[in-house]
């Protein structure tokens, strides 16, 4: 089955620096890979996702990139601000994944003013 | 309109107790998910139902019963359960399978402590 590893498990930035997160997959069989954001007492809340015949895909102040190659995606959060303080999750399913979404360990963020 | 409600949203309950978990959707999704969250954990998958039929049971023990009335409802009976059955069950829904690549939509979580 599908296993997703996600790196850092924590990350510390100041308030206007970039933040990056990433994740590896191992079925190359995967072609869809969104990413969760999840704040304290919350829901998980899908913030962008990509899709495998797409290389990068960008809303605002977050983008996600996709190497297929090399099996693995990242999310890149730019101009971060205390809001973006949160856990954030990376997952992938394929076509014949039936329904399962595998989640990364989850990245804890912390942006300091 | 993406919406999954899910009740209630708190719930404690004795070890010989049955209880029931209640989740419904309007988006017209016929996938629907439970989901079990431990704190600092992600999402762990139980049960996947397809067009209101059990599509997968991630070898979950018989005190947790899903149910699928409709296309718009999934719950979740409980009994028997355990302290470490102690959790957030998150619902979900997509408009199919996520193998068709379908954002899944999350609930706001039903926190469950078993005493």
């Known amino acids: 089955g599908e296993n997703v590893e996600q790196h850092p498990s924590t990350l510390s930035v100041q308030e206007g620096d970039s933040a990056v997160i990433k994740c590896t997959y191992s079925?190359?069989?995967?072609?869809?890979f969104p990413w969760y954001k999840q704040e304290l007492g919350k829901r998980p809340q899908l913030i962008i996702d990509?899709?495998?015949?797409?290389g990068e895909k960008k809303d605002q102040r977050i983008a996600v990139t996709l190497n297929k190659t090399a099996k693995h995606f990242s999310l890149h959060i730019t101009e971060t601000q205390p809001e973006d303080s949160a856990v954030y999750f990376c997952?992938?399913?394929?076509?014949?994944?039936?329904?399962?979404?595998?989640f990364g360990a989850g990245t804890q963020v912390v942006v300091t003013p | 309109d993406t919406e999954v409600t899910q009740t209630p949203k708190h719930l404690v309950m004795g070890m010989t107790n049955k209880k029931s978990l209640k989740c419904e959707q309007h988006m017209g999704h016929r996938a629907m998910y439970w989901y079990k969250q431990k704190a600092k954990k992600p999402p762990e998958l139980m049960f996947v139902y397809s067009y209101e039929k059990l599509s997968i049971n991630e070898s979950v023990p018989s005190r947790f019963s899903p149910e699928c009335p409709n296309s718009s409802l999934l719950n979740l009976h409980l009994h028997a359960l355990q302290p470490e059955d102690s959790a957030l069950y998150l619902c979900a829904s997509s408009l199919s399978r996520t193998g068709s690549g379908n954002t899944i939509y999350f609930g706001e979580g039903s926190w469950l402590t078993v005493v």
């Open positions: 079925d190359s069989a995967s072609n869809y």
């Open positions: 990509i899709r495998s015949n797409v």
């Open positions: 997952a992938a399913s394929g076509t014949d994944s039936w329904g399962k979404l595998q």
